[in-house]
């Protein structure tokens, strides 16, 4: 199934930016098939779906998130962005990557990266 990779998570005040990258390897189709998604977990919270971003290129975005957050991806690197403006406490959370072919959600999760919100 590959890997992916998180980075780019750390400490940040309120109103802030980051900038989150995915990098996968060893999948076993081209990554452009892929859909990939962003999630994000909070202690004591449920995993949740933060943004998508389809082969096609197509996006959505929790309602949580929208105007703020915006996916995008880098077929040539095998790569898949989150930039995140106007941080709140509440996004405080480990932000994971998955990618998906077709209907069929990839069960391996990388080790995802921290993002603290907080002056």
């Known amino acids: 199934q590959g890997q992916v990779v998180e980075s780019g998570g750390g400490l940040v005040q309120p109103g802030g930016s980051l900038r989150l990258s995915c990098a996968a390897s060893g999948t076993v189709r081209p990554f452009s098939l892929y859909d990939m998604a962003w999630y994000r977990q909070a202690p004591g919270k449920e995993r949740e779906l933060v943004a998508l971003?389809?082969?096609?290129?197509?996006?959505t975005y929790a309602d949580s998130v929208k105007g703020r957050f915006t996916i995008s991806r880098d077929n040539a690197k095998s790569t898949v962005y989150l930039q995140m403006n106007s941080l709140k406490p509440e996004d405080t959370a480990v932000y994971y990557c998955r990618k998906r072919y077709g209907s069929a959600w990839s069960e391996q999760w990388g080790q995802g990266t921290q993002v603290t919100v907080s002056s």
């Open positions: 971003i389809q082969s096609i290129g197509r996006t």
